[in-house]
Every structure is written in structure tokens, then in C-alpha cells.
């Protein structure tokens, strides 16, 4: 049984990128040679979301309408209020409740089956990262564990 | 350390069928003789989720009429629109919007715990296969690993 | 490779209490001395959520919000109305349905990754216990896997 960890890295072009990231994770567990395990996706950010959908760009769409109905940026969020705040305020500092907002309705790490070495989805299944907060250099945990 | 694979088959009735696989679930941990470990749950489709809630008949009412108010079957999705849409298109392709805007909110996968041969679930906790789209041939993917 | 089950108990204060089990977490993984692996973090219970998020009390009065936005205590739950209700009915049964109609669109668990003997978390991320129903004894179980 073999433990294996990587990073994947990235930058985000906007608030709602939807990255698919299934071919980076697919090359990665390849290269381990796992035939038979699972692995765990986590986002290293608590306003960037793991999702699994259908990459259909207009269906993309959708969700960010969606998203953006359930938790929009023009509601006042308290954590913007930097007046009042005064936990984890950093240099420049940005207003994001809206993200966080967003992402307590989205998981932050998908957990897959690995199969003959090959990341199991259904056919139209792909992985997701998706930036919830304005563009950002992004990173990805992975842990491959199998045999 | 073992790693076994399993896929539980079913068929849908209708859209927000709610299907207890808890039962078939401990069953396949019985027969692996696995003790200790984790179970992955996985579902194949990016039209069902895997919820873990209480099997109170009233209760999955209230849980379909939620999910309804959340992303109603009557708003139009640009994904539904097949004047425009071009990717993913095939034979018979039924208008599912509302089921993948349903699905974004909900988990795709669970992970539980396997203590003494057992899954783990607290005193109210069910495994529920969701069907968000119409009546489906579906499939649920295992992955149970332990000792 | 091992595998080590704790379990973390805790007595909740109120209806949306968050409560922060990063260090306990993050105490039990020191003690089993897996450097490489993963930990999955269960609720044991329908009406309480795990989530990972910032430990920003601004942000957690809007996450509360949210939640009762989504799921009002004040909407007429099928799950409270006890006349018609048999299944499941305890004794000193309580109002809930709005407990559970906030849990369906949230974690029940979460999985992390253990790298040199810590819980991997980004730099906001911490886990947190999220009650949804009333000031109740409740029980989180891991299961930690490594080597």
C-alpha cells in the first residue's frame, strides 16, 4: 500500500472560474502507477470549492447564476465591515463575504475511486476547482493511496 | 490491508427518488470481512447525489420541496437550451438543467468510517442515493479499504 | 499501514453553535504518529454539519444567516407535524425540520490529508462542528489511515 502526495498549482483568471483539472489529476495518478486505491482532492483555500459536474459551458453558466442568487456580492456581509472586524485582517485586504458565502454550500475536497489506474467517473462526471473570490495563485492537495 | 471494489445497480422510479442503500452497503462490508477501515461512496453520475440523512418518510417530503425551491424545474437554464447548446448533445437529450443546478448543492460522494465490521452511522443516519434527473438506470461505485 | 478510530464528544450550546475542532484533530493525529495519510471526520449525527472554513466571528454571524435564510426555523416543516407523523417519533420529540433542511446542504464529513504527522489545512482553513439542531451531547468520529 502506497501513500502518495502532490500539489497541483495554479492562477485563477476571475471570481467563478471553473477549472477542470480531471486531465492534471488523471496524468498524476498514472505516473504512480496506483491500480487500485483512492484519492482525495482538497483545496487549500476556504474560498475555493471542489466540485463535480458536467463540463457543458452552458450549464457553467447556470451555476454561476445560481451561486451568485444564493450568496450574492451586493448582500452586506458582516465580514466586510472591516470598521468593526478585527480577526485575520490582512495588508490589503479584500471584501469577501460573498466567497465564503458561497463556498459553505460547496465541498472543499472530493474524495474518488481509482480504478485499473485511472481516476472512476461517470461519463459525463469531471473534476472542478472553482474560485470563489477574485483571481488568485491556487493550490490543490492530492493524496493517491492504493496499491 | 485490503482495498475491494464493488458497484451497487439500481433503477430510479422518478426525479427526487430518495433509495436507502444502507442496507445493501452493510451487506458488502459483511462480506469483505474488512474490521476496521473507510467505505467511499461514490456515485457515477453528475444527476445523483449521496445524502445522509434520517429515513422519516414526512422528512424526505420536506428535504424534495426544498430542493424544488432551490432550483425549480420551471427556471429557464441555458443549459435546457437546445437553439444555442452544441456541447454534450445526445440522442434524446432530455432538458435537465434544474437537475445538475439541484446537484451542485449536494454531495456526490460519502466517505464513512467501518468499525468492527460494521458501517458507522450515528442513530439516525441513512445512506440515500438521490435521483435528481427522470427514471434512471443508475450506479453507485465502493470503494471499501481496511483490515 | 495503520488504522486509528477516536471519537471527539462534545456538549453543544445552542442551534448553530460553531464550534472549532481544529486542535483536537490536530492532537489525536500527533498522538498516532502517522507522518503520510488521511483522516476522515464524521458527524454522527443528521443535524450536524462538519465544514471547513475561517474561524472569523464576523463570518460566522453571516454563515448563520445564511443558514436560516435557507432553511427557516419559521417555514412549516411535514417533519414537525406530529399529528400525522409515526415513523421515528421519540420520546420529548422536538421540533426539527428545520434542522435537517439546513444539514442536506452541507457536509456531514470531511476528508484531509496528513503530511509530516499535521492535519494539512491552507492557511484559513479550520474544521469546524456545526450544531443545527438544539444544545445537545454529540460525538464526532475519526478515522485515521497512514503510515
Known amino acids: 500500500m502506497?501513500?502518495?502526495?502532490?500539489v497541483i498549482k495554479m492562477k485563477t483568471a476571475a471570481t467563478l472560474d471553473f477549472?477542470?483539472?480531471?486531465?492534471?489529476?488523471q496524468q498524476k495518478i498514472k505516473k504512480t502507477g496506483i491500480?487500485?486505491?483512492?484519492?482525495?482532492?482538497?483545496?487549500?483555500?476556504t474560498t475555493?470549492?471542489?466540485?463535480?459536474?458536467e463540463a457543458e459551458p452552458l450549464l457553467i453558466s447556470d451555476m454561476k447564476t445560481l451561486?451568485?442568487?444564493m450568496a450574492p456580492r451586493t448582500f452586506k456581509y458582516m465580514h466586510d465591515n472591516f470598521e468593526i472586524r478585527t480577526v485575520n485582517m490582512c495588508d490589503g485586504e479584500c471584501k469577501n463575504g460573498h466567497s465564503h458565502?458561497?463556498?459553505i454550500h460547496l465541498p472543499t475536497s472530493a474524495f474518488l475511486n481509482i480504478?485499473?489506474?485511472?481516476?472512476?467517473?461517470?461519463?459525463w462526471q469531471r473534476v472542478f476547482a472553482v474560485e470563489l473570490d477574485r483571481?488568485?495563485?491556487?493550490?490543490?492537495?492530492?493524496?493517491?493511496?492504493?496499491?
Open 48 to 53: 475555493m470549492a471542489i466540485i463535480i459536474n
Open 2 to 6: 502506497k501513500i502518495i502526495h502532490h
Open 35 to 45: 491500480k487500485n486505491g483512492v484519492i482525495n482532492i482538497q483545496s487549500l483555500h
Open 115 to 123: 480504478i485499473k489506474n485511472n481516476l472512476q467517473l461517470g461519463r
Open 19 to 25: 477549472i477542470d483539472i480531471t486531465e492534471k489529476i
Open 135 to 147: 483571481s488568485r495563485a491556487r493550490e490543490i492537495s492530492l493524496q493517491i493511496i492504493g496499491k
Open 101 to 103: 458565502a458561497k463556498a
Open 67 to 69: 451561486l451568485e442568487k
